[in-house]
């Protein structure tokens, strides 16, 4: 294999990291500095770009990114979407002729995802090689899509090329991207399903179509709306199994979370919206005391966080991380479920009992002998969930449930957090994936930038306010987008709006 002209296999790394910049999946590994500034101008200290040019490319990096007002933080105080951002700023700054971007925009929050994948088409205009690892596809509405028929799409499977062929193209043809194990665009996915010859791709594209067709909105009465803006809830209840009340958090001059008031019921399914840097974790990880407020309180079950151990939460509320890799550590999946339980001092056959349980859950009852780190990802973000469940906690909150996993697997992790709120369990998810808050989540909360809850209301009710969203840095999903342009109203998904739209 030859890169610029090198060959791989003969080339040190150092010198085709002078041409071709990468940025890792777990784009974590590439920080180490300890402030933000210093980790972009860090490549560029190491080749000697004299000092004017390289601080001219560190504010134009910074600048690019949205990062500036955070030069001088500490990047292990960043949300993840903001740490990624700071390593594509890093590399973006060294100028390499080639960008390899392994998933570049799985912890950006949409407007930030829009923004970069629009960058990087500027970046292929000028001049730039781009090679993008990818589980999403990318739709227009992330892009400017007048380029998008000059995108080339391969894909791999089994170790294989696949296919590989123009981006319109393929994404124009729902049936081969499932045949191709990739989770089809909605928009031209659903023409296909009400029969249509049009497979548009872009919003405008759609409504055209669908004017062109006579498609309307027949029989749809939209649910009540049960919430109020601002956090409140429009009735009282005593159903909450979580209070949050005044809750403040700082990192040491930063503050995070700025008096957020919210309420948890039993058996709600909520997901956590909001920009890079609103807090969304920070406030989640309040919820089983990982972290303890700086100001007000946080009631789970009516305990509070601050008098009650991690450990004596964990009953109540299971805590899934973004990476399952942050929370496995034991040599066989069977001892990593087990481990929660040995901590909860049950006796063996009790043990052993739920950990079959929940690995038949998850479909990993032949694995239990496994190495986990032996798995995919997938399979080892179910070994994360087999933990937990295994404790059978009331409620369960899950990181960015969706990130690194592929279209199938994404479904499939929903159907599985749809399923275990069917069976009880309270689900809070903090979510970049508006397409699964939309169809799964039956409460919103979207958070601002400051640490501020912006608005609590059901999926319909949020995302009719174009003005919210954009506050929010939020991009609705295109068949919300098309149905608001076309009808004036709020079809959630592809499932709904093929079942509602009639000529």
């Known amino acids: 294999m030859s890169a610029c002209g090198m060959d ?6 150092h010198d085709i990291a002078l041409r071709v910049g990468t940025l890792f999946q777990h784009f974590e590994s590439q920080l180490f500095c300890t402030d933000v500034r210093s980790e972009v101008a860090f490549a560029l200290e190491q080749r000697g770009v004299p000092r004017p040019e390289m601080l001219q490319r560190v504010d134009e990096a910074l600048d690019a990114m949205g990062l500036t007002h955070l030069q001088h933080a500490d990047p292990a105080t960043l949300s993840g979407g903001q740490k990624q951002r700071l390593a594509l700023a890093a590399l973006l700054a060294a100028q390499p002729d080639v960008l390899v ?8 929050d949409p407007q930030g995802r829009r923004e970069l994948v629009n960058m990087l088409r500027r970046l292929c205009a000028a001049g730039k090689t781009l090679v993008v690892v990818e589980n999403d596809l990318w739709s227009p509405t992330d892009t400017e899509a007048d380029s998008l028929a000059a995108e080339t799409m391969a894909v791999l499977g089994a170790g294989a090329l696949q296919a590989r062929a123009p981006a319109a193209e393929l994404l124009r043809d729902p049936e081969r991207c499932r045949k191709l194990g990739l989770k089809p665009l909605p928009l031209p996915d659903l023409f296909a399903r009400l029969g249509s010859l049009e497979r548009p791709l872009t919003v405008e594209e759609a409504v055209a179509a669908a004017r062109r067709e006579g498609w309307r909105v ?13 956090g409140q809830p429009t009735h009282a209840s005593d159903g909450a199994i979580i209070r949050i009340e005044g809750l403040r958090h700082a990192y040491d001059q930063y503050e995070a979370l700025a008096g957020v008031d919210l309420e948890i019921q039993r058996g709600d399914f909520v997901a956590l919206l909001g920009p890079n840097g609103a807090g969304k974790t920070t406030l989640a990880r309040h919820l089983n005391g990982l972290l303890k407020p700086s100001a007000g309180r946080v009631l789970v079950a009516g305990q509070d966080t601050t008098k009650t151990t991690p450990a004596q939460l964990a ?23 087990e481990f929660g339980l040995r901590n909860l001092g049950l006796p063996a056959a009790e043990r052993e009992a739920r950990v079959r349980e929940a690995l038949a859950w998850v479909g990993l009852t032949d694995r239990a002998a496994a190495d986990p780190f032996t798995l995919t990802r997938g399979e080892r973000q179910q070994v994360a969930l087999a933990a937990v469940l295994a404790v059978r906690p009331e409620v369960i909150v899950f990181d960015e449930p969706t990130t690194g996993l592929d279209g199938v697997e994404q479904v499939a992790m929903m159907e599985r957090l749809r399923a275990l709120n069917a069976e009880g369990h309270t689900i809070v998810m903090i979510t970049h994936a508006a397409w699964a808050a939309a169809e799964y989540a039956r409460r919103l909360v979207l958070m601002g930038e400051g640490g501020r809850v912006l608005a609590d209301g059901t999926p319909r009710e949020l995302y009719a306010d174009e003005a919210l969203l954009e506050q929010a840095r939020q991009v609705a ?10 009808f004036g109203q709020v079809l959630l998904s592809v499932d709904e709006a093929a079942t509602r739209l009639q000529r």
């Not at 791989?8 to 790394?13: G, K, Q, S």
Request: charged share 30%; hydrophobic share 35%.
């Open 477 to 486: 999903p295109d068949v919300i987008r098309f149905s608001r342009a076309a």
């Open 8 to 13: 791989t296999a003969d080339t040190p790394v």
């Open 218 to 230: 027949g029989g749809f009465v939209p649910e009540p709306a049960s919430r109020g803006f601002e």
């Open 101 to 108: 971007l392994d998933e570049p925009t799985t912890d950006l």
């Open 315 to 337: 009953r109540t509320v299971g805590y899934l991380f973004q990476d399952p890799d942050d929370e496995i550590f034991c040599q066989q999946v069977s001892e990593e479920v």
